[in-house]
Every structure is written in structure tokens, then in C-alpha cells.
């Protein structure tokens, strides 16, 4: 076996755990924190990569500026949506089908809705770091890898700062543990489920961006990641940030080793297996909660 | 004469929260016991360990002279413990008559094989009668007040016909005559023979209730004994009733 | 009206339809109407895990596909007769149906739905990498023109669709019986409340694995005659997950708690599907279903019978 082939593919792996985890860094909210199965996630992030495509494509902007001048539009269409969410199924109780129901309906209608907007075209950005590499011996560093992970790992650690550090970034690690606590704080925790739900979409606009950076994106590319986010977050402990970046490098790692000795085809199953696996065998993940 | 029920030593956590200490608890046939402690002391816990919902991870829970450890909670239903719910659980989409239908069909068929469609009606409506809600049996659970759904919660626990009730704070936000309704409905239960755990913050309730009183606190035992030996413990003063 | 004698109405009506058809004489018809008659199985059977248990199933695909891909393996190893193959589907996707169970079934609701995404998905690059069906090239199937049945020849198009009506009354005659027995009893106990439904004696990791077998198997069913009705078999058709939103949102717009809310659901849908590939684009087809399905969820929850129950009940109030 070629070392530096298997040295190149775990560094591939690392720098696609950190975008990984930026990726998965919504749901650890959403999901982790607030129990809610918001699997259009995916589509929102598309989405993101879409907006900033249009923006650099039209404008020339760079991605990551544009997604996060998007990221308060995205915080608002959480919010909207959590609004939507709370009154017609988790005020009745009735969150199970109807909630993941009403969410893969979003998958779809986003979905569908680019298709028809872009069609099905892949579309890519240019940036000057998107092309040229970093090298340190035979170990190669993309830096249309880098980029994405350095700036994926700012927001993550920015994130875990803000739930240890606030007011409303504790109460939102509150909520998800004790509602009835929350109230005795007289904080409304209606309130800090919107803002927490509104966050985790506007991380959705980042991760686009990044995702745009790092492969050409196309309606349907959302689909693939459904099971990666679930499965790092599972993976890392629901609601645990670090537990998820943790995760998210191993099955970064993972997918690339597969990929560069297995062929590409394969990857899909890896994410999607580790996922079953998880669930199977250790629904607490590997940080429990 | 041995013990109905017999919790020995068990213990659980959540990931790094001890939530139950090395449990060690017994429960005579026909018994009351009555269990109190702070919120947050393991009371729910200690419930769901025995009742199956949740496994403990060290120790064991023998019931009726069989180990429970690995049983499902509908397995042990079936062997006669059955438990209320703190918030009442109905089942929305049934009326009140199939909610008590459901542990009839289900636990007291497999026990002593099935029973005539006609019995089975005759046996809801009456346990319906016995918490004042017959006349009530074709309407949805939504329909009821907090009151009456604990009630039902308690009548729907009867229904299976259990050796051992654990009653989960069916008193809670309760007014003065109606917790003496479910009191006088409690002690009926025991003298038909049903050994119950009453779980409860009331403490008048809990004392004419009582014939025996355990106290948790922060997942240990620290008191077990008469209820008027009990509450002179100047450790559960401290910890519980001086609050 | 027991379940023998529906079935008899069932059949009756069926083949009604089938010889009204043949007097409408355009073949479209058939086409149409198998898509349709493959709907009302598929959203059938997804109701018996989802809407009476409460358990979502996001593969519908995977199972639609296992059916499919059964009939492809041995149409290449000895080709069968096509209701022979539905048998053979019906038990291949009933096992895998169990085997999913009782890996997810522990779980809560949420994971569950996110593990048969992830079944789906690993299902479909199995396939992909499986070269014997065709792997992503994907499979020729050759049917003939006519079929004798009983000393008459019909359309290969017109025997298919005889094929699904079969499958389609099997789906809806199971559903409806489970509605009345107490096994569609149990089944509401789990939905409504799966840790009460425990505590009261309910088997209820039992009861679910029942729900996903009898669920897998009918999708199965309703995939095995696909790639004859296709001529040309890809994993992405297969697998598309049109088949997946429309198993979830027919269901619901119809209405989750009985066998008749699938059956609506899949008939208006399905038409109107059909009329806006025709007219617009398929595309365009999906965001409709998209946009009624989010409508649905949020402004009816008990889908359009529960509208007609509500307002048969007001007016009897009257």
C-alpha cells in the first residue's frame, strides 16, 4: 500500500470532517438540542450553496462573504419555520408524523423548487483559493479543502462559545434538557426554541457556501448528506458539539479511505451505514446522553 | 413471608448523572407503602426501573419471586405489576371505554385466556363506574379534566389487574375533596387485595395513606420505616420536609 | 360487511373498472391507470406502519425497488410468471421488511425514519454496484405484445394493469381487515401512546415488527411487475424518490387513520399527477404534491376523510 496515498486520503478525510461538522453543526441544534427531526436541513443548505453561486456568479462576490450577509435571512426563515412547527404540531403534541411529514415536504418543495429555478445543471463557484494547493512533502492540502474546514471550524467553535457562554446560548442547552426549569427562569422557552431553530438555519446558509467551495452542487446533492448529518450527530452524542466534530472527522475519514480505495460509488453506503450501525447498536452515540 | 416485590441494590445513570444509588427496597403482599422525596430524587426513575420502561444497570428487581432484570415492561404488566403515569398518558384516539379495553385484551387474556366480548364491556363500564366515570365511557379523552384523566389513568393501571400498583403522583394540582376521592378510591384498591406504591409530594395524603414510608433523596434511600418514625428523621427533615 | 364479502365487492368493482376501460378504448387508459392502481398499493401499505402505528417509513422506495429488482434477477437467471414473481417479492421484501424492524425498531420515532432513509440509500448502492441486474447501466426487460389468459388475448399493457388491480385489492382488503381486528387496535395504542400502550400489556415491538413485514412485503408486491410495465430498468428509477413522497403524502391528504384515506389520497393524487406530467412538466408534478403535502400536515391533519367526517358530524348535529 502507497503510504502517501493513505496519508492523503485521511488528511482529505480530516479537512472533509471539519465542513463535516459545520454541515451537521444545525441539526446538533435543532436535532441534538431540540428534538426536532428536521430533515430538510440538506435542502436549506442547497440552498445556501445556490445563493451564493448566484451571488458569484452575477456579482463576482466571494462565497463565504455572501452566505454570511444571507445568514440573517436564513435565521429569519427558521424562525418563520419553527413558528409554523410549534403552533400546528408541537403545541397539539402531535410531532411525530406530522412534524416529519411536514418537514420532508420542505425537502421537497425546496428541492423541486431549485430544479425548476436552476434546473439540473451542476453549478460551481471560482475563488482565488478554490485551485491551488498547500504541500508539506508528499501530503497534499487543497485549499479548496482547507478553506472551507478552517472556516467551518471558526463557526463551530464560535457556536460552542455562544451555547457556554450566553445567556440565551445556555438556556437553549437548557431547553432541551428541562423546559419546566427554563420557565422558573422566567425565560420563555417558545422564544428560545425560535432563536436556537432560527440559528441552527442560518448555519445552513455558511455550510452552503462551503459546500459550493468544495464540490459543484446540484438540487439533489442534499440527499446524500440527510444521512451524514444524522449519523454524525447520533454518532457524537445528540446535542453534543464537540461529540459531532469528533464524528464528523471519523466518518470524514472514513468516507475518503473508502472512496480512494473502493471507488466513489461506494461512499453514499458508508455515511448511511455508519448511521444504521449506530442506531443499532449504540442509539446514545459514542458521547451518550 | 416473602416479599412481593424486591428491589436489590439497583443503580442507573445517565451518562454522567447517577440518577439511582444502590436502591434497596422491599414491598410486602398487601402492603402500602408510601414513597416521597424531592423532585429530581430518582422517584420516577425507581418507577420506571421496576415497572421495565427503563433497564437498571446493576442490581435486581424480583417480583412475585421472578427476576425482572431484562423483561419488557409489557412482559412485567403481564405478571401483575402494573403503574400509573405522573402526567396522565390516555390513548387520545380511544374513548374512555376502549382505553380500559386495552390492558384487558392484552394483559388479562394472555393471563387467564380470553374472555367473552360481553364480559370484557361489562368489566370496563364497571371499572369506569368504580372512578365515577361511566358515564362518560364513549367520549375522548380530550374531553376530560385534569381530574378525571388521572382518574381514568388509575382505572386503566386496574383494568390489568395487577398484584402491584405503583400510583405516580396521581394527586398532583389536585383540590382538597378530589384527593380525598382518589384516597378512599386507593385504600378500596388495597382492601381488594392490590399491594400498592404511593408515590407523592401530599403529605397529609401520603401519612393516612401509608403504612410504611420510604424517603430517596438524590438517588439513595435514606429512610424507610413507620410513617410517624420517619418524618421525626432529622436527615429527611433536612432533606425534604423542612423545605 | 365482512372481509370475504368485501373482497368480492372489491373484485367486482375492479374488474368493472377494467372492462370500462376497455370501452374507453384508448391505451393511455391502462397506462394511467396502472401508475394509479400501483399508488393506491403502495400508499395502502405505507398506512399500515405509518398511519396506524405512527411509525414514518422514508424507504417506500427501497421496498418498491427490492420488488422490482427481484423480478429483474430472475428475469436474467429463468424468467417467471409475473404473479409468480409477486410472490416471490412479496416474501424477499417481507423478510428485509423484519430484518429492518428489528434493527430500528427500538428506537424512537424519529430515528426510525431517519434509519429507513438510510436503508433506502444503502439498498440503492448495493444495486448501483451490483453488475448481475445491471447495476447503474441498467436492465432491458422484453415483454410480448399479447397475453393469453383463459383462451382470450389481451394487450401486454391491459394484462399489467389486471396484475396491479390485484395487488391493489390484496393491499386494501389487508388494511381494512387489520382496521377491525385487534391487532388494528393494538396498533392505535402504539401510535397514540407507545410507552402507555407498554405499561398496559401491549406487545409492542411485536405488534411494530408485524406492521413492518405486512408494510414491506405489499410494497414489494406492488414493485414486481415495474420493470415489465417500464421496459427499461435504472436503480434512480427505481429508487426515485417520487415514490417515496408519494407513498408519505397520499396517506395524508387522504387521511391516516383508516384503509379508506390511502385509496383517496392515491386516486385524486395520482389523476392529478398524471394530468400535470401531461400538461406541464413532472417536475412541476412534484412540487404540487410537495406543497399539498406541507398544506395537508399543517391545515388538516386528519386529510380529506377527516374533513368529511367533521362535517358529517356537524351536520348530523344539526
Same mark, same amino acid.
Given at each position: 500500500?502507497?503510504?502517501?496515498?493513505?496519508?492523503?486520503?485521511?488528511?482529505?478525510?480530516?479537512?472533509?470532517?471539519?465542513?463535516?461538522?459545520?454541515?451537521?453543526?444545525?441539526?446538533?441544534?435543532?436535532?441534538?438540542?431540540?428534538?426536532?427531526?428536521?430533515?430538510?436541513? #440538506?435542502?436549506?443548505?442547497?440552498?445556501?450553496?445556490?445563493?451564493?453561486?448566484?451571488?458569484?456568479?452575477?456579482?463576482?462576490?466571494?462565497?463565504?462573504?455572501?452566505?454570511?450577509?444571507?445568514?440573517?435571512?436564513?435565521?429569519?426563515?427558521?424562525?418563520?419555520?419553527?413558528?409554523?412547527?410549534?403552533?400546528?404540531?408541537?403545541?397539539?403534541? $402531535?410531532?411525530?408524523?406530522?412534524?416529519?411529514?411536514?418537514?420532508?415536504?420542505?425537502?421537497?418543495?425546496?428541492?423541486?423548487?431549485?430544479?425548476?429555478?436552476?434546473?439540473?445543471?451542476?453549478?460551481?463557484?471560482?475563488?482565488?483559493?478554490?485551485? #491551488?494547493?498547500? +504541500?508539506?512533502?508528499?501530503?497534499?492540502?487543497?485549499?479548496?479543502?482547507?478553506?472551507?474546514?478552517?472556516?467551518?471550524?471558526?463557526?463551530?467553535?464560535?457556536?460552542?462559545? %455562544?451555547?457556554? +457562554?450566553?445567556?440565551?446560548?445556555?438556556?437553549?442547552?437548557?431547553?432541551?434538557?428541562?423546559?419546566?426549569?427554563?420557565?422558573?427562569?422566567?425565560?420563555?422557552?417558545?422564544?428560545?426554541?425560535?432563536?436556537?431553530?432560527?440559528?441552527?438555519?442560518?448555519?445552513?446558509? /455558511?455550510?452552503?457556501?462551503?459546500?459550493?467551495?468544495?464540490?459543484?452542487?446540484?438540487?439533489?446533492?442534499?440527499?446524500?448528506?440527510?444521512?451524514?448529518?444524522?449519523?454524525?450527530?447520533?454518532?457524537?452524542?445528540?446535542?453534543?458539539?464537540?461529540?459531532?466534530?469528533?464524528?464528523?472527522?471519523?466518518?470524514?475519514?472514513?468516507?475518503?479511505?473508502?472512496?480512494?480505495?473502493?471507488?466513489?460509488?461506494?461512499?453514499?453506503?458508508?455515511?448511511?451505514?455508519?448511521?444504521?450501525?449506530?442506531?443499532?447498536?449504540?442509539?446514545?452515540?459514542?458521547?451518550?446522553? | 413471608?416473602?416479599?412481593?416485590?424486591?428491589?436489590?441494590?439497583?443503580?442507573?445513570?445517565?451518562?454522567?448523572?447517577?440518577?439511582?444509588?444502590?436502591?434497596?427496597?422491599?414491598?410486602?403482599?398487601?402492603?402500602?407503602?408510601?414513597?416521597?422525596?424531592?423532585?429530581?430524587?430518582?422517584?420516577?426513575? /425507581?418507577?420506571?426501573?421496576?415497572?421495565? &420502561?427503563?433497564?437498571?444497570?446493576?442490581?435486581?428487581?424480583?417480583?412475585?419471586?421472578?427476576?425482572?432484570?431484562?423483561?419488557?415492561?409489557?412482559?412485567?404488566?403481564?405478571?401483575?405489576?402494573?403503574?400509573?403515569?405522573?402526567?396522565?398518558?390516555? %390513548?387520545?384516539?380511544?374513548?374512555?371505554?376502549?382505553?380500559?379495553?386495552?390492558?384487558?385484551? @392484552?394483559?388479562? +387474556?394472555?393471563?387467564?385466556?380470553?374472555?367473552?366480548?360481553?364480559?370484557?364491556?361489562?368489566?370496563?363500564?364497571? /371499572?369506569?363506574?368504580?372512578?365515577?366515570?361511566?358515564?362518560?365511557?364513549?367520549?375522548?379523552?380530550?374531553?376530560?379534566?385534569?381530574?378525571?384523566?388521572?382518574?381514568?389513568?388509575?382505572?386503566?393501571?386496574?383494568?390489568?389487574?395487577?398484584?402491584?400498583?405503583?400510583?405516580?403522583?396521581?394527586?398532583?394540582?389536585?383540590?382538597?375533596?378530589?384527593?380525598?376521592?382518589?384516597?378512599?378510591?386507593?385504600?378500596?384498591?388495597?382492601?381488594?387485595?392490590?399491594?400498592?406504591?404511593?408515590?407523592?409530594?401530599?403529605?397529609?395524603?401520603?401519612?393516612?395513606?401509608? $403504612?410504611?414510608?420510604?424517603?430517596?433523596?438524590?438517588?439513595?434511600?435514606?429512610?424507610?420505616?413507620?410513617?410517624?418514625?420517619?418524618?421525626?428523621?432529622?436527615?429527611?427533615?433536612?432533606?425534604?420536609?423542612?423545605? | 360487511?365482512?372481509?370475504?364479502?368485501?373482497?368480492?365487492?372489491?373484485?367486482?368493482?375492479?374488474?368493472?373498472?377494467?372492462?370500462?376501460?376497455?370501452?374507453?378504448?384508448?391505451?393511455?387508459?391502462?397506462?394511467?391507470? @396502472?401508475?394509479?392502481?400501483?399508488?393506491?398499493?403502495?400508499?395502502?401499505? !405505507?398506512?399500515?406502519?405509518?398511519?396506524?402505528?405512527?411509525?414514518?417509513?422514508?424507504?417506500?422506495?427501497?421496498?418498491?425497488?427490492?420488488?422490482?429488482?427481484?423480478?429483474?434477477?430472475?428475469?436474467?437467471?429463468? #424468467?417467471?410468471?409475473?404473479?409468480?414473481? =409477486?410472490?416471490?417479492?412479496?416474501?424477499?421484501?417481507?423478510?428485509?421488511? %423484519?430484518?429492518?424492524?428489528?434493527?430500528?425498531?427500538?428506537?424512537?420515532?424519529?430515528?426510525?425514519?431517519?434509519?429507513?432513509?438510510?436503508?433506502?440509500?444503502?439498498? $440503492?448502492?448495493?444495486?448501483?454496484? !451490483?453488475?448481475?441486474?445491471?447495476?447503474?447501466?441498467?436492465?432491458? =426487460?422484453?415483454?410480448?405484445? &399479447?397475453?393469453?389468459?383463459?383462451?382470450?388475448?389481451?394487450?401486454?399493457? $391491459?394484462?399489467?394493469?389486471?396484475?396491479?388491480?390485484?395487488?391493489?385489492?390484496?393491499? =386494501?382488503?389487508?388494511?381494512?381487515?387489520?382496521?377491525?381486528?385487534?391487532?388494528?387496535?393494538?396498533?392505535?395504542?402504539?401510535?397514540?401512546?407507545?410507552?402507555?400502550?407498554?405499561?398496559?400489556?401491549?406487545? &409492542?415491538?411485536?405488534?411494530?415488527?408485524?406492521?413492518?413485514?405486512?408494510?414491506?412485503?405489499?410494497?414489494?408486491?406492488?414493485?414486481?411487475?415495474?420493470?415489465?410495465?417500464?421496459? @427499461?430498468?435504472?436503480?434512480?428509477?427505481?429508487?426515485?424518490?417520487?415514490?417515496?413522497?408519494?407513498?408519505?403524502?397520499?396517506?395524508?391528504?387522504?387521511?391516516?387513520?383508516?384503509?379508506?384515506?390511502?385509496?383517496?389520497?392515491?386516486?385524486?393524487?395520482?389523476?392529478?399527477?398524471?394530468?400535470?406530467?401531461?400538461?406541464?412538466?413532472?417536475?412541476?408534478?412534484?412540487?404540487?404534491?410537495?406543497?399539498?403535502?406541507?398544506?395537508?400536515?399543517?391545515?388538516?391533519?386528519?386529510?380529506?376523510?377527516?374533513?368529511?367526517?367533521?362535517?358529517?358530524?356537524?351536520?348530523?348535529?344539526?
Amino acid at each position: 500500500m502507497d503510504i502517501s496515498l493513505l496519508i492523503n486520503a485521511i488528511v482529505a478525510g480530516l479537512l472533509l470532517g471539519g465542513f463535516y461538522a459545520a454541515v451537521t453543526a444545525g441539526i446538533s441544534i435543532s436535532f441534538g438540542m431540540l428534538d426536532i427531526v428536521n430533515i430538510a436541513h #440538506p435542502a436549506f443548505i442547497i440552498l445556501g450553496s445556490y445563493i451564493a453561486y448566484f451571488a458569484a456568479s452575477s456579482l463576482g462576490a466571494d462565497p463565504i462573504l455572501v452566505s454570511l450577509l444571507a445568514a440573517p435571512l436564513f435565521y429569519g426563515l427558521g424562525a418563520v419555520i419553527y413558528q409554523i412547527y410549534y403552533v400546528s404540531f408541537e403545541r397539539r403534541g $402531535q410531532e411525530s408524523l406530522r412534524g416529519l411529514a411536514f418537514f420532508f415536504g420542505l425537502l421537497f418543495v425546496t428541492e423541486v423548487t431549485l430544479i425548476l429555478t436552476f434546473g439540473v445543471d451542476y453549478r460551481y463557484v471560482e475563488a482565488v483559493y478554490i485551485g #491551488p494547493s498547500l +504541500h508539506l512533502g508528499d501530503i497534499d492540502f487543497p485549499l479548496r479543502m482547507v478553506v472551507p474546514c478552517v472556516a467551518a471550524l471558526v463557526m463551530f467553535g464560535a457556536l460552542q462559545l %455562544f451555547v457556554t +457562554h450566553t445567556f440565551t446560548g445556555r438556556a437553549i442547552m437548557a431547553v432541551s434538557q428541562d423546559q419546566l426549569a427554563l420557565q422558573l427562569m422566567a425565560a420563555d422557552p417558545i422564544r428560545i426554541k425560535r432563536i436556537a431553530f432560527g440559528l441552527s438555519i442560518a448555519t445552513a446558509s /455558511l455550510a452552503g457556501a462551503l459546500l459550493i467551495i468544495i464540490q459543484p452542487v446540484e438540487p439533489s446533492v442534499g440527499r446524500e448528506y440527510i444521512g451524514r448529518v444524522f449519523a454524525i450527530c447520533v454518532l457524537g452524542g445528540l446535542g453534543s458539539l464537540p461529540g459531532s466534530l469528533v464524528a464528523a472527522m471519523l466518518l470524514g475519514v472514513m468516507e475518503s479511505l473508502t472512496s480512494t480505495f473502493y471507488g466513489p460509488s461506494w461512499s453514499p453506503a458508508v455515511s448511511f451505514g455508519f448511521l444504521l450501525l449506530t442506531l443499532a447498536f449504540r442509539p446514545s452515540g459514542l458521547f451518550g446522553r | 413471608m416473602s416479599a412481593l416485590l424486591h428491589v436489590s441494590n439497583i443503580s442507573k445513570r445517565f451518562g454522567g448523572f447517577v440518577a439511582l444509588d444502590g436502591i434497596e427496597l422491599e414491598v410486602q403482599p398487601g402492603e402500602r407503602l408510601g414513597l416521597i422525596g424531592p423532585n429530581g430524587s430518582g422517584k420516577s426513575t /425507581l418507577v420506571n426501573c421496576i415497572s421495565g &420502561t427503563l433497564q437498571n444497570e446493576d442490581g435486581q428487581v424480583h417480583f412475585d419471586g421472578a427476576p425482572m432484570n431484562g423483561l419488557a415492561a409489557h412482559e412485567r404488566t403481564h405478571r401483575g405489576l402494573a403503574r400509573t403515569f405522573q402526567l396522565p398518558r390516555p %390513548f387520545h384516539s380511544l374513548s374512555l371505554a376502549d382505553n380500559i379495553r386495552v390492558p384487558m385484551l @392484552y394483559t388479562v +387474556h394472555k393471563r387467564s385466556g380470553p374472555l367473552h366480548a360481553d364480559t370484557v364491556d361489562a368489566r370496563c363500564v364497571e /371499572l369506569l363506574r368504580l372512578v365515577g366515570l361511566d358515564s362518560k365511557a364513549r367520549q375522548m379523552p380530550r374531553d376530560l379534566t385534569q381530574v378525571e384523566m388521572r382518574k381514568l389513568e388509575l382505572a386503566r393501571a386496574v383494568a390489568a389487574e395487577p398484584k402491584l400498583l405503583i400510583a405516580d403522583e396521581s394527586m398532583a394540582g389536585l383540590s382538597h375533596s378530589e384527593i380525598e376521592d382518589i384516597l378512599v378510591l386507593l385504600i378500596q384498591l388495597n382492601e381488594r387485595g392490590i399491594t400498592i406504591i404511593l408515590i407523592e409530594h401530599i403529605m397529609s395524603a401520603v401519612m393516612k395513606f401509608s $403504612q410504611r414510608l420510604a424517603v430517596l433523596v438524590s438517588g439513595k434511600k435514606i429512610a424507610d420505616g413507620k410513617p410517624e418514625d420517619v418524618v421525626r428523621n432529622p436527615e429527611v427533615v433536612r432533606a425534604y420536609l423542612g423545605q | 360487511m365482512n372481509t370475504l364479502k368485501f373482497s368480492i365487492v372489491s373484485i367486482v368493482v375492479g374488474a368493472a373498472v377494467y372492462f370500462c376501460g376497455r370501452l374507453i378504448g384508448i391505451g393511455y387508459v391502462f397506462f394511467a391507470g @396502472y401508475t394509479i392502481l400501483q399508488f393506491i398499493a403502495l400508499s395502502s401499505a !405505507w398506512n399500515i406502519l405509518g398511519g396506524y402505528c405512527g411509525y414514518v417509513n422514508f424507504g417506500s422506495a427501497a421496498f418498491f425497488a427490492l420488488g422490482a429488482y427481484t423480478t429483474v434477477f430472475f428475469y436474467k437467471f429463468h #424468467p417467471l410468471p409475473i404473479p409468480l414473481l =409477486i410472490m416471490i417479492a412479496a416474501v424477499v421484501s417481507g423478510i428485509v421488511g %423484519f430484518g429492518m424492524g428489528y434493527l430500528t425498531l427500538r428506537l424512537r420515532g424519529a430515528f426510525f425514519a431517519i434509519a429507513t432513509l438510510a436503508m433506502a440509500v444503502v439498498l $440503492q448502492t448495493l444495486v448501483v454496484n !451490483w453488475d448481475y441486474v445491471g447495476g447503474s447501466r441498467g436492465a432491458y =426487460i422484453v415483454r410480448t405484445e &399479447t397475453v393469453e389468459i383463459a383462451g382470450f388475448s389481451i394487450e401486454y399493457i $391491459q394484462y399489467l394493469f389486471l396484475l396491479m388491480m390485484a395487488v391493489a385489492i390484496i393491499a =386494501i382488503v389487508i388494511s381494512r381487515a387489520i382496521g377491525r381486528t385487534q391487532l388494528g387496535f393494538g396498533f392505535a395504542t402504539i401510535r397514540d401512546d407507545e410507552l402507555a400502550a407498554e405499561a398496559s400489556g401491549v406487545p &409492542t415491538l411485536r405488534l411494530k415488527l408485524i406492521a413492518t413485514t405486512i408494510s414491506g412485503a405489499l410494497m414489494g408486491m406492488a414493485g414486481a411487475p415495474f420493470p415489465y410495465y417500464i421496459g @427499461y430498468l435504472q436503480p434512480a428509477s427505481a429508487f426515485a424518490l417520487d415514490y417515496g413522497v408519494n407513498s408519505i403524502a397520499m396517506p395524508i391528504i387522504g387521511g391516516t387513520t383508516s384503509w379508506v384515506g390511502p385509496l383517496v389520497g392515491a386516486i385524486l393524487l395520482g389523476s392529478l399527477q398524471q394530468l400535470a406530467t401531461v400538461t406541464i412538466s413532472s417536475a412541476v408534478n412534484l412540487l404540487i404534491v410537495g406543497l399539498l403535502l406541507v398544506f395537508f400536515v399543517v391545515v388538516a391533519p386528519n386529510g380529506l376523510v377527516g374533513l368529511v367526517q367533521e362535517h358529517v358530524r356537524a351536520w348530523r348535529k344539526k
